[in-house]
Every structure is written in C-alpha cells, then in structure tokens.
C-alpha cells in the first residue's frame, strides 16, 4: 500500500507476516505509521476502552513529530509490545550482551532492559495492573520510555507525578493540549532530565494544578501556607492560590522535613516564611510573609508549643551558620 503525504495509514499485517517477525509470547499490534517513523517519535497508546484508544492513536498519528503509533488495550499487552521491540534501534550495551529481559514481581512478567519505545500514553484506571502500576514496571528498565497519563480523573495527578510522569491530561483530549505534552517531552529528552517535573536539586516537590485543562506545575517552594478546605487543600503563593485534591494531613506528613508545620487544624505555614508570633485577644497569630501581601493566620493552642520550638530552633540553626 502507498500512502499519499500527510496521510495516516492503519498498518495491518498478514496473518504469515505476522508469524514471521512476531517476538515469542508477544501479539497482534495495530500501527499507525506516519510518513516518516525514522525520525518521529516511536509512542505507545495504551486504554482499555477502545473509542478511547482510537482517538488518543489518530491524534498522536495528526503530530509530525511523532512517527509511529502502537495501541494496547492492557497492561499485559503494553508489557508484551514493549518485550517485542526491545533492541529494535540499538543492541544492548557489551555488558548486557548475555542477558535477558528482567522479571517485574508485580506484572508478573519479563519486562526488556530497553526498547524503541520512547513515550507511553497511558490510562490509569484499567482492569488487571492499572497505570500507576505500570509506570512502576517501567521503572525497572535500564531505560524506562516517558510516561504521559490520560485520564477521565483529576484525583491521581500527584500519584502520577510520584511515578515520574512527564504530563497529566484530562479527558476529553484536546490536540492543542496533545501537542503541548509533546512539546514537554522533546525538551524533557534534550535537557537529559530523568524527572522533569523536579528542579536540579531532586529536593523541590512540585505539585500538578488543573485549571480549565491546562496543568501547571507549582513548586514547593512558591507555596506560602496551605488552607484546608473538606477534602482539598488550597495552596497560597505570591501568584494567587491554587486548589487541589490532597488532604492537608497528607501534605502535612510529606512536607514536614522541608519546613512545613501544622499551626491550626487549617493550615499549615512555611516555617522560613513566618516573620512574626504574637499574642492578640483571641490567641495566638503568625504572620506570613511581609509587606502588603503577607497573611495573618490563627495559631490554636495545640499546636504553640511546637510552633514555638521550631522557631526557636530554626533561629537557632541559621545563627550558627554566619
């Protein structure tokens, strides 16, 4: 089949042209292959719910910048894709000659070293392992590909950033959001950067924000105090604030050895942030900040006497180091 230029051909190989080049314990794929998959990116589309998967597959195949499209319908059959492509661009390095792919306790399967495979799309909620859990097999590759969520839920974007997600989408995709996400990739593998969504430092948590479907990415380190709202927590920086679906105990637990303490049952403070502890008629108060946009924050009484020793401390602490 010839295909004209700028179209999109479904590959679909004969029944001996798949016996002859398929890999061992490896099945059907579908292919979209753009006009050039020499140069483009070499993707993977994984979903569960076909409609899905087709339409994820004819967007990525509309990107010049991606060259070949692969689908799975599973877990298992993403695992069993990646297996069948291993060494298809590059033979393993001289030290990994002899060796085979490595078994994944939790997919219950080899998983290859490497692959051709340079970026997964993926779905989180699946049957069998879900997203999450295969994003956790990929890390087990001397060379895991970039893993990019699509999603009908906004409440696993952090779970996905922990898993060293490059992007998070919502659905209903939109191409513009697509090539944004591509745009992220690309500039993710010339930096050289493992984990884009951390600064240099690997010690900068940064938090995924959905707003009107865009994600903005909010450093740790921008984030004045945090605001309990019910289930959500509202991050307060010196751009606006920002709601989220994290409990603030969570927050609380995971941002304790960065500075954070808990003053009151809603809210917790950057501690290097607090330039003031006072006493007014209804208890205690910090202040947050200075000049016109700082914030005043109640303190309750259970939890003065750590405020206090912390302040202490950390005062303590940045004289010893002039």
Request: hydrophobic content about 40%.
């Amino acid at each position: 089949m010839v295909a004209k230029p700028g179209v999109i051909v479904m590959a679909t190989l004969s029944r001996r042209d798949r016996q002859a080049t398929r890999a061992p314990d490896t099945q059907d794929e579908e292919i979209v292959d753009s006009n050039d998959s020499s140069g483009g990116l070499v993707v993977l589309a994984v979903d569960d719910e076909e409609p899905a998967l087709e339409e994820l597959a004819y967007l990525l195949g509309e990107d010049k910048r991606v060259g070949m499209v692969l689908k799975a319908s599973d877990a298992t059959d993403a695992l069993r894709i990646l297996n069948s492509r291993q060494g298809v661009r590059e033979a393993a390095p001289a030290g990994q000659l002899g060796r085979g792919p490595g078994m994944s306790p939790m997919a219950g399967t080899r998983v290859a070293e490497r692959t051709d495979v340079e970026v997964v799309f993926l779905d989180i909620r699946m049957p069998g392992l879900d997203g999450l859990e295969l994003a956790r097999v990929f890390s087990s590759m001397a060379v895991p590909p970039s893993v990019v969520f699509v999603t009908a839920h906004d409440d696993r974007a952090v779970d996905a950033y922990e898993v060293g997600a490059v992007d998070y989408l919502l659905k209903p995709l939109r191409s513009e959001r697509l090539s944004a996400s591509i745009d992220r990739i690309l500039a993710s593998r010339v930096a050289g950067a493992a984990e884009p969504v951390r600064e240099e430092s690997g010690e900068d948590e940064v938090i995924p924000v959905e707003l009107a479907g865009t994600t903005k990415l909010v450093p740790r380190s921008a984030v004045r105090y945090v605001e309990a709202q019910g289930d959500y927590a509202r991050l307060h920086t010196h751009d606006g604030s920002h709601l989220v679906r994290i409990p603030l105990s969570v927050l609380e637990d995971r941002w304790r050895d960065a500075g954070f303490v808990r003053i009151h049952r809603s809210f917790l403070v950057s501690l290097p942030l607090v330039t003031e502890l006072r006493l007014s008629g209804s208890g205690y108060v910090v202040r947050v900040g200075t000049g016109p946009d700082c914030a005043e924050l109640p303190v309750s009484r259970r939890h003065t006497r750590e405020l206090k020793d912390r302040l202490v401390r950390a005062t303590k602490q940045a004289w010893s180091q002039r």
